[in-house]
């Protein structure tokens, strides 16, 4: 246990918390940081594994790395491919900067190379060029990355080596570490005289202090590839000053001379990616991945997870165990940092609404009263139950019935009202339109026939007053006086005449109105001369007293007419 954890009196080992974040053990170190393992904890219970970058002290207090570590959470925030790794956020806590990324279960090109060496095996070619293809696409993604304007970053790695290619054990290689990248508009600059990179892995024009772009990525992952072929580095030097000689003065061997059997086509094209001059070498890092891939078929990532589970599987179990054990301790630490926040949440907000706990809100275990039940988020209220163990505390959260506020039932009240009102209203409207009114819509089929207008009238007259006497707008005595002078009434269908009375009672609704031709009646349509005859050619008679005062009617077809003898 260390870096992360700390020994409590009770003498087990706590995580170091920062934020929503709890560190635990170191998985890994280098030269400017150490990265441990670690547990993003959030509301609910809910949690998840991943990896934090920490400065090493005496770094974290000098100006230029500090400036260095944002640019690399800055520049790799802007890269989003399957083969970089993924860096999720950057906290700032207990004075320093730490760098959350996600957790590759994996191992390092470095150590598996290590490993197979020390089994005097190397990698299988297939499974190599798979590897370095795959890291190859990840730094075509991070050249090719742009600012949230739109502008091209320029990135360039410049620190390729195999120690910062991890392949996970689904087979899939991921580039990491951006933290010397050269890009635009960075916030530390490299000063005139130092070199930044691993001498082994560095182009020619990245020694001698020269302006560098994406082609001095081709160039150190080609000397990846030129050393996973070989079984030993490319520059094989015992000092530093040495090895920087060895790579602008010597000229590289083909990969075949220590590794026989390897096709001619490879040679010239690793060869061609280790050009001394940039122009020589490929422009592009996707242009060598796509060359190797025509020159060698590269293994499918099941047949490399096979190949790291193999060579490396005593360490990831290793790390498997210690993965288990932090996802154990998080299950209750996490969990009571969880109910903590939590608790504070819902206070916060309680106090924010100025509203009391729900109904049936209670908060039990350590810490927390029944008092501090509130909603978060407005998705859940009530119902908030920590169940406490002695190494295990979970928080289970119910949903709640919906809200409902004083709007919402003003809503429902005048939505009732109004419906009453249609209720009480429409019999006598029912009523006039019966009548025959001006207004009266045209298309009903609630009058009788054409040759008896005002029986329907008569009829609707006396069934509105009937019904609805005090909601007719005419009194019932104009009405029953209108129904008196109307004439004798001719025989009426028994359909129409029970349309008439729905209309009249308010249940059946009306047609819109159609508009006659002015001062013409409309002649009646074929059919409705077939049903009923017109009687023989006379003189109509003469209407009562007051029979035109209205002188339209509808008839059985729903058309507007005018009754005989008021024109």
């Excluded at 290689?173 to 930044?196: P, S």
């Excluded at 075949?256 to 001394?276: M, T, Y």
């Excluded at 209407?543 to 005989?564: H, Q, T, V």
Aim: hydrophobic share 45%.
């Amino acid at each position: 246990m260390s870096g992360g954890a700390h020994m409590t009196e009770s003498g087990r080992a706590e995580p170091l918390v920062l934020g929503r974040y709890a560190l635990h053990d170191t998985i890994a170190s280098g030269g400017m940081a150490t990265v441990h393992i670690a547990r993003l904890v959030g509301p609910v219970g809910f949690s998840r594994t991943c990896a934090i970058k920490r400065l090493y002290p005496e770094y974290a207090r000098d100006a230029e790395f500090v400036a260095m570590f944002l640019d690399e959470a800055r520049l790799a925030s802007r890269i989003r491919h399957a083969n970089v790794v993924t860096t999720l956020d950057i906290v700032a806590a207990h004075g320093e900067l730490f760098l959350v990324m996600d957790y590759v279960q994996g191992e390092s090109l470095a150590n598996l190379f290590a490993r197979a060496k020390a089994r005097n095996e190397r990698a299988p070619l297939p499974v190599l060029v798979s590897i370095v293809v795959g890291a190859l696409s990840g730094l075509h993604a991070a050249h090719e990355a742009t600012g949230e304007g739109g502008e091209p970053l320029r990135i360039v790695h410049r620190d390729v080596s195999p120690q910062n290619i991890l392949v996970d054990v689904d087979g899939v290689a991921r580039v990491l570490d951006f933290g010397i990248a050269k890009a635009v508009n960075c916030l530390h600059e490299t000063h005139g005289g130092q070199l930044k990179g691993k001498p082994a892995y560095m182009a020619p024009e990245q020694v001698t202090g020269e302006s560098v772009d994406r082609r001095a990525d081709v160039y150190a992952a080609a000397a990846v590839l030129w050393e996973g072929i070989a079984g030993r580095r490319l520059v094989n030097a015992e000092h530093r000053v040495a090895m920087l000689r060895q790579t602008l003065d010597a000229e590289h061997e083909p990969p075949s001379k220590h590794a026989p059997g390897i096709p001619p086509e490879l040679d010239a094209l690793v060869i061609r990616a280790l050009a001394r001059k940039p122009a020589d070498r490929m422009p592009t890092a996707l242009d060598l991945a796509t060359e190797l891939e025509r020159v060698v078929t590269p293994a499918s990532p099941r047949q490399v997870a096979a190949w790291v589970r193999e060579t490396a599987g005593e360490a990831l179990a290793q790390r498997s165990v210690v993965l288990r054990r932090v996802e154990a301790m998080a299950t209750g630490s996490g969990a009571r940092i969880d109910a903590e926040k939590l608790a504070a949440a819902m206070k916060a907000e309680r106090a924010a609404e100025g509203s009391g706990a729900p109904s049936g809100a209670a908060v039990s275990g350590a810490g927390l009263g029944p008092d501090s039940g509130s909603h978060v988020g407005r998705s859940w209220s009530h119902g908030v139950d920590v169940a406490s163990g002695s190494d295990v505390r979970l928080v289970r959260v119910t949903q709640p019935p919906p809200r409902r506020n004083r709007a919402y039932f003003a809503l429902v009240a005048f939505a009732g009202v109004a419906l009453g009102a249609a209720i009480l209203i429409a019999p006598g409207r029912g009523a006039e339109r019966a009548t025959g009114g001006a207004d009266f819509p045209a298309g009903a089929s609630a009058s009788a026939s054409g040759s008896a207008p005002a029986s329907a009238s008569a009829s609707a007259s006396a069934s509105a007053s009937a019904s609805a006497p005090a909601s007719a707008p005419a009194s019932a005595s104009e009405l029953a006086a209108a129904s008196a002078s109307a004439p004798a009434p001719a025989p009426a269908s028994a359909p129409a005449s029970r349309a008439a009375a729905e209309v009249a009672n308010g249940r059946l609704a009306p047609s819109p109105p159609a508009t006659p031709a002015p001062h013409a009646p409309m002649a009646p349509s074929h059919a409705q001369t077939k049903q009923n005859p017109a009687p023989a050619a006379s003189a109509p008679p003469a209407p009562p007293p007051n029979a035109c005062a209205n002188p339209y009617y509808i008839d059985e077809s729903g058309l507007k007419r005018i009754k005989p003898g008021c024109f």
